[in-house]
Each structure stands twice: as C-alpha cells, then as structure tokens.
C-alpha cells in the first residue's frame, strides 16, 4: 500500500504555546470514495500505530473484515510526533537543518486532531461517515468530535476515556523514567535511550494486559522451574520487538500527548465538552482493562448526547481493542443496523 504525505507549509500553532514551522502527516487510503463521498471511515491509531491500520488491526481492517475497502473510503493518517513518516523529534527541524530530537516541542492530542482535520480539509472531506479510534486513537476522536462537531456522522470510541487518569499518567511517567535512566538518553542521536526504550515497553505490557493474561499465556513450564520463566523471556521479547520499530523520543513525546488529554481544558468542564458532540457514538469498554477501565467509558456513554454502552469481555485487558475482532464487529455492526432502521423510520 503505497503511502502518501500532506505537507502543511504553515507556522503550526500548538495548545502549549509553541509551535511547529509547518509539518508532514503520512497518511493512507483504501478503497474508493463513492459519488455521494458518504462512504469515508476514518481510523484513528494508537500509541505506537502506523498510518496503515491493516498492519495493526488486520481483524478488523481489509477485504471482507467490518472496514472493507470495497465498499468504504478507508483513511488513517500517522500522528504528529510518531516515527512513520509524521513529523516527529528525528524529523528535521527547517529552523537548524538538524533533527528536533529533544528539542521537538510538546503536542497534545488537541494539536494531533487539529492536524488531522486540516489534513480532512485538504482531501476536500466534509463528511465523515464512521471515525473510530482506540485507546490514543479514540482519545482523538473523541475530541475531533468536539472541535468538528458538524463533520463526523458516526463516532466509535473503544478503550478511550475523557480525560487521561492519575493512574495513566502514572505508568507514563514510570515508561518515562525507564527512558532517562539510560545513559544514552541525553545524547543527540537516533538511537538514543533504546535501552530504556526496552524496559518502557515491558512496563506498559503490565498496564496492556492483566494478571489473568499473563497466568493464562506464561505459565510455569513445571512446578520444580527456577529459572528462564516464560513471563521472563515475554517482556524482554517484546521489548527487542518494540526498539527495531521505534524510537525513544517518539516514546517519551506520545506518551506526554496521552497525559495531556483532557477534553474539559478551557471548555468550562469535561462534561460541558462532551455535550458539544453531535455524532451518534458507541462507545466500547473492555471488562478487564487496567489502563482506560470500563468506568472511563460509561463516563463517557453518559456524557455524551444519546450515546451507547457495549461492554466486551476479553482475557487480554486493553489489548483487547486490537486483538477481539469478533465481538467488536458484532457489537458496531448491531449498531449501525440500528441506526439505519432509525433513520430508515424518520424517512417513513
């Protein structure tokens, strides 16, 4: 799938009071867009996603999967600050001819929304039929939602939350601090702090999943084991995983876009926020998620103007969003059904 870019040749203005001197998104597209351009689908990815949610949603995304681009106008575009071809700390700062690196500047998932709808702009997008987005991802479209109410007719948020949690921010900080303490941290290279990089991301696979997970999928091999545990062996596999596709400056920069969600900022209150939306929303908890619990999502369910509820339940804990493709089809297909009876009985 070949990857395309738009290119915002603008001062950026960001929420923290700096700003980017223009930037890049790394987007794609799947399917055709149909005569009425009613058919867009508009996936919004998560921490460590890419611009081709085929790669990390495959369940869910492709021929003949719930978004299936034979009969939908499939976009996903790579945030500001991540390492797929979005402007982010190693891209290069046109003010030095140097890459950003620790100088790149904080972008909140306020600013990442805000580029994805100039980028909407630029595709002559005016409606939005589906946004869905997961965890970060449903963190931006939740508040694409606000800022665009008019643009987006169905809204999916799945593992999402209003405002990011004590206990989030908490395990970012910890990922954060892993990243510093290696040496390699204060050094202006590309490389820089992959070591910590490593013990980030065994960090968060604790918050990712659960203690039931972990007891299902990395049992003892025998009841005499006193070494070389499969629990062992996990995180320090998906640990090398993570650095040969990532690096730590895009780390440490998404997570602080994580921490910064809070939709009520400068909106009067978080619930004033949610009341902006227009869209018709399902909004998806998982049952044993640590990280966003269940509570987040039917906060937002009750917020948000005639909103849904659904519940999953699943071993794998936030993860969940991205591994139970079968229940998560059921569940939006159910509902968009609903919506077109709805609407089918208006027009009657």
């Not at 223009?22 to 009425?36: K, V």
């Not at 390699?184 to 980030?200: M, P, V």
Request: charged share 20%; aromatic share 10%; proline share 5%.
């Amino acid at each position: 799938m070949e990857t395309k870019f738009f290119d915002y040749k603008f001062s950026y203005p960001l929420e923290s009071g700096d700003e980017l001197p223009g930037f890049r998104l790394a987007y794609t597209t799947r399917g055709t867009l149909n005569e009425s351009r009613s058919n867009v689908v508009w996936i919004c990815h998560a921490l460590t996603g890419s611009a081709d949610p085929g790669d990390w949603w495959d369940g869910m995304v492709g021929p003949g999967k719930y978004f299936d681009p034979e009969n939908q106008f499939i976009i996903c575009a790579n945030v500001l600050s991540s390492c797929y071809g979005s402007t982010g700390p190693l891209s290069i700062n046109p003010r030095t001819n140097k890459p950003f690196y620790h100088d790149f500047p904080l972008v909140t998932v306020r600013d990442m929304a805000g580029a994805l709808d100039l980028l909407r702009q630029e595709l002559g997008i005016e409606h939005i039929h589906t946004c869905v987005g997961g965890s970060l991802g449903g963190q931006q479209a939740v508040e694409w939602a606000i800022q665009q109410p008019s643009i987006i007719e169905n809204l999916v948020l799945i593992a999402a939350n209003a405002v990011h949690s004590p206990w989030g921010i908490a395990f970012n900080e910890s990922q954060r601090m892993a990243l510093a303490a290696d040496p390699s941290w204060q050094e202006s290279r590309d490389d820089a702090g992959i070591t910590g990089l490593k013990a980030a991301r065994s960090i968060a696979l604790l918050s990712y999943r659960n203690y039931d997970t972990y007891g299902f999928t990395q049992a003892l091999d025998h009841n005499e084991q006193l070494d070389n545990y499969k629990a062992s062996s996990y995180q320090q596999y998906q640990g090398e995983k993570l650095v040969k596709r990532f690096n730590a400056y895009t780390y440490w920069h998404l997570t602080k876009a994580m921490d910064s969600h809070n939709v009520g900022r400068n909106r009067g209150s978080i619930i004033n926020a949610l009341l902006r939306i227009k869209a018709r929303t399902l909004v998806v908890g998982i049952r044993s998620d640590i990280l966003f619990p269940p509570a987040e999502q039917q906060f937002l369910a009750r917020h948000i103007p005639d909103a849904r509820y659904e519940e999953i339940d699943s071993l794998y804990g936030h993860d969940g969003f991205l591994i139970e493709a079968k229940p998560l089809t059921q569940i939006i297909r159910r509902w968009m059904q609903e919506g077109k009876r709805e609407e089918a009985k208006v027009e009657a």
